[in-house]
């Protein structure tokens, strides 16, 4: 069952264009990375999700319902935490942690909201005025997880979190996901997507430049090879399938790129030579990523 | 001396980031001294006309809003200044000079400008010395130039002895307020609850004040306000209450001083008390939530209108005296007898009374602007509430404000203006007043037009609401074209006490405030949220 469907979303603020023809879609249960950098437009086909902003063209839909025109019916079923957490001064952390819920029609289970905040490490009786931006997040993030929802939207959730209360995050992403509800996180934390997600969308410059199952992704993305030899390998070089030869100057050391499938032909060639050590990684997601990023870079 | 070092670059610092927010507050309290001796030397040169103001002051509810009457016998333009402004400019110079203090030393540790300049060879102290140094100038600069409008613009009866002593009481106060409001920013553990508290207890002396010249005097005496309109300038000119509160604070500045080097950064001596885990059910209802974010603005605006009516409900009995002879008034209301004069002049007043109360249903709109660019509308437009909904709930409470501030004060003003004078019943003046009720939902639907349509525009309210606050003013004083006046709700609603019908009116303009009520809910719906 498809809980998100993006198809051909563009959106444009003023001449600026935020996204051309953006195309993406979340099935039931997953967890979807959507990453992208600052700019891209991760936030804006956000807003559009939650029916904040309306797309100048393209079809939305949430649950098969139009994100537009259905929201009140959707949003009961949703659960966001936006990047930068603005809160009422004045309130106390605690207080606003019930206000979200009661805004989603949910009524608040004490138990697992006490239990969250023990979680996060989080005192709720102080106003918000005084918390850091790691504890507003906090206080949205509980009101998140302390009530069901089939959807969560995450926009750079554990930017402000230590380390410690970044696993409390993971710990209740894989909960939600256990029972069956689809996330959508938005992340600049690549080994925290890489954790915790399914499925890819890398966004740049508002358009779609990958997206797909992680594991697919890195299959058809190339191995990072590391060799060490007392011979004399620079003829590598001359293959096409081997890509960023590099010989380390004055040592046994070989590094380039190959891509996965082609591994067989890798070790047909190394045979009978005299080598010390074989290191083979599958590119990571920051590879990748940068790949995306980095304009040009990556072609080769 | 060490803790002191530096406090000199920190001072000239900090002045260019002051200077403009210190001459601001500089000419609004100047000028209000300089609106007040320039009125009453010329507005009221006459002796005859200022026996009658002694007279109309005589009360205690003007009494309560000014002090007791002083030189009564007497009653010199010198007098009359000293009387109706002391406390005014007494309490304004001790607002300006608290957010002064605040801002430079509280306001900038929760910045973190201190930590960075504490880290730098500054002394501990130097902050702290520089900000009191900038109230020190301020209150030096703001007494002699007052001393000198004095001086040049004041009468025969105004001495040289008076105008400085009315200079060093508004600086007195200046300086008094300043160091408390250092003392508690000591104390508290937020810039605001320093605020809030430094304003409180001005309250409470501006109370303490009216309980004692009402009955117990030596309350007066204990209010630093009593204390220093007890000098009496221009009548009996006492200098030792000067004397006094200057002492205090001297006491004042080195207990904080001394506290101050008691206490970390960015916090206050006092533990920030514990709020609630738990959300109350008001604040879980929507209307509840709003109420919750306008509490403080309203409770104000009430109590504020209340004071006012009751002020202006007890000078109704003395409309005749008051009116004969100032030409300015005289022109305004153009009519013969008594009964008419007074009836005109309850309608301005209630007119006016009115328009004000526009005011903090306004602000109610205006806050639904303000969660919208801080990125707080997003959890109510992520959640179960629709945008008509959400829309629906700020004005219900806008209208609902004005409603309540609507009574409430025509209550106030219709008894007490009904009771000291015998031509108009209470019940009467109480619907004059009922009728401007469409007139100001017009304005909330304004509001709600601007908002659905182009958030961005909404401050034109306050221009919208300042034109007709000029219509109904000067509307009989000037020759204005009459499309012009038809433009302003308030000058279309009839006059009540006049006998105009008043059904077809009200009901078209209450037909127009649903309108654009509606059209303002149309273009919410269709527009995108602001971000901040």
Redo the contacts between chains.
């Keep these: 069952m498809t809980i998100v469907k993006i198809e051909g979303v563009s959106k444009s603020f003023g001449k600026a264009e935020a996204l051309k023809a953006v195309t993406f879609k979340m099935e039931k249960g997953e967890v979807l990375g959507f990453i992208g950098p600052n700019g891209a437009g991760k936030s804006t086909t956000i807003r559009i999700l939650l029916g904040m902003i309306k797309a100048d063209s393209g079809s939305v839909s949430i649950f098969g319902k139009d994100v537009w025109s259905d929201a009140v019916e959707i949003h009961k079923q949703v659960a966001y935490v936006p990047g930068d957490v603005s809160l009422w001064p004045n309130l106390t952390g605690g207080e606003v942690i019930d206000l979200f819920l009661s805004l989603r029609d949910q009524a608040v289970d004490h138990e697992k909201k006490a239990t969250l905040i023990e979680a996060f490490d989080f005192d709720p009786t102080k106003k918000c005025r005084s918390y850091s931006k790691g504890n507003r997040q906090k206080v949205a993030l509980i009101a998140a997880f302390a009530a069901e929802a089939d959807l969560y939207i995450f926009d750079e959730p554990t930017s402000g979190l230590d380390p410690l209360q970044e696993k409390v995050f993971q710990k209740q992403v894989e909960r939600v996901k256990k029972e069956g509800a689809s996330v959508l996180l938005s992340s600049h934390i690549l080994s925290e997507v890489e954790k915790l997600c399914d499925t890819i969308a890398i966004i740049r410059n508002g358009e779609i430049v990958e997206a797909g199952q992680l594991h697919q992704l890195r299959y058809l993305k190339r191995s990072e090879i590391s060799i060490e030899s007392t011979d004399h390998l620079a003829f590598l070089e001359k293959n096409d399938w081997i890509h960023g030869f590099i010989h380390m100057s004055g040592s046994n050391q070989y590094k380039f790129q190959i891509s996965s499938n082609k591994m067989t032909t890798l070790i047909a060639t190394l045979q009978g030579l005299n080598i010390q050590s074989l290191d083979s990684q599958p590119q990571k997601l920051e590879d990748l990523f940068m790949r995306h990023y980095e304009k040009g870079v990556g072609e080769s | 001396m060490n803790a002191f070092k530096q406090v000199g670059l920190l001072y000239r610092f900090g002045f260019k980031k002051e200077w403009l927010k210190l001459s601001f507050w500089l000419l609004g309290c100047l000028g209000f001294v300089f609106v007040g001796v320039f009125a009453y030397t010329t507005i009221y040169a006459a002796p005859s006309d200022r026996e009658a103001m002694a007279v109309a002051m005589s009360n205690p509810a003007m009494e309560a809003l000014f002090g007791n009457m002083i030189g009564a016998n007497d009653y010199t333009v010198g007098a009359m200044y000293s009387h109706t402004m002391t406390i005014m400019t007494l309490s304004l110079v001790a607002i300006s000079s608290i957010l002064l203090i605040i801002r430079n030393t509280r306001v900038e540790e929760e910045n973190g400008r201190i930590e960075l300049l504490q880290a730098l060879p500054v002394g501990r102290l130097a902050h702290t010395a520089s900000a009191v140094s900038h109230l020190l100038s301020y209150t030096l600069v703001l007494g002699c130039l007052s001393t000198l409008l004095l001086i040049v613009f004041g009468d025969a009866s105004m001495s040289l002895e008076g105008a400085v002593l009315s200079g060093s009481l508004y600086s007195m106060s200046s300086l008094f307020f300043g160091s408390l409001a250092l003392l508690l920013a000591q104390l508290t553990s ?1 810039s ?1 609850s320093a605020t809030a508290t430094s304003f409180s207890l001005l309250g409470v002396f501006y109370v303490l004040r009216i309980i004692g010249d009402a009955s117990a005097s030596f309350l007066t005496f204990l209010s630093p306000l009593g204390l220093l309109y007890h000098a009496e300038a221009f009548v009996t000119n006492r200098w030792w209450p000067v004397v006094i509160l200057l002492l205090i604070s001297l006491v004042l500045l080195y207990i904080a001083f001394y506290l101050q080097t008691k206490r970390d950064l960015g916090s206050g001596l006092l533990p ?1 008390r ?7 059910s008001i ?2 209802n929507p209307y509840g ?1 709003v109420l ?2 306008m509490k403080t603005p309203l409770i104000i605006w009430t109590v504020s209108m209340m004071i006012l009516a009751l002020t202006y409900g007890s000078v109704m009995g003395d409309v005749e005296s008051l009116i004969a002879g100032n030409e300015v008034i005289e022109q305004i209301i153009v009519g013969e007898s008594t009964n008419k004069i007074i009836a005109e002049f309850l309608t301005i007043i209630i007119a006016v009374l009115s328009i004000a109360t526009v005011i903090p249903a306004v602000q109610v709109m205006i806050k639904l602007v303000s969660e919208e660019k ?3 509308l ?9 945008r008509a909904h959400i829309l629906t709930v700020f004005m219900a409470v806008s209208i609902g404000s004005l409603l309540v501030i609507q009574v409430v004060q025509l209550a106030t003003f219709a008894i007490v203006a009904g009771s000291v004078q015998d031509f108009i019943t209470i019940k009467e003046i109480f619907l004059s007043g009922i009728v401007y009720l469409p007139a100001m939902s017009i304005f909330v639907g304004i509001a709600a037009l601007l908002y659905g349509w182009k958030p961005k525009l909404i401050s034109v309210i306050w221009m919208i609401l300042s034109y007709n606050f000029f219509i109904l003013y000067f509307g009989n004083l000037f020759d204005m074209p009459e499309w012009l006046k038809f433009l302003s709700p308030f000058y279309l609603t009839p006059d009540y006490l006049g006998g105009e019908s008043v059904f077809l009116p009200l009901i078209i303009m209450a037909i127009s405030a649903i309108s654009f009520i509606v059209i303002g809910i149309i273009g919410f719906k ?4 602001m ?2």
Excluded at chain 2, 526 to 529: A, P, S
């Design positions: 937020s605001r920030a514990s709020g609630n885990n738990h959300a109350s604040l879980l939530f919750r974010l801080q990125d707080r997003q959890y109510q437009i992520s959640g179960t509430r629709s269709k527009r995108d949220l971000q901040g």
